[in-house]
């Protein structure tokens, strides 16, 4: 088994595994390619963002991830955040750097739950006189 470098991010309701290994450059997501399981203009290049932060060669490493739970931005952060985390675990002297593009930063936002006699979870009922 090859040495890994594992970092898990979370986001909104989505958890993701992110496993970094010296590779060709591979991105599997959940057994499927990485542009395929994430085909939205734009979210591969956000996942991929730590390794330009960092000067690193995404196509030095092979990603695999395993993500679960939430929606298509989540998940998406999730992975970033994951990917981020690994790469600190290559290299400390990466902190800095991720810390300053707020690459490690877990975004704790979530849904608010909806309170009885409204609609969601601020929205009340339209107000009617008569």
Partial sequence: MA????????RKESTARVRLTSG???????EKEGAVYFPRLGDLDDILRP???T???????????????????????????????ALVLINGDYTSLLRKKGLLT??????????????KARKAPTYTKR
């Fill in 55 to 85: 000067g690193q060669e995404a196509s030095k490493y092979d990603v695999s991830v395993l993500v679960s739970g939430g929606g298509t931005t989540g998940q998406t952060e999730a992975v970033r955040l994951g990917v981020a985390r």
């Fill in 24 to 30: 060709s450059g591979k991105f599997i997501v959940n």
């Fill in 3 to 10: 040495q890994y470098y594992e970092g898990i991010g979370r």
């Fill in 51 to 53: 390794f330009g932060a």
């Fill in 106 to 119: 877990r975004d704790a936002r979530v849904k608010e739950r909806k309170k009885p006699g409204l609609k």
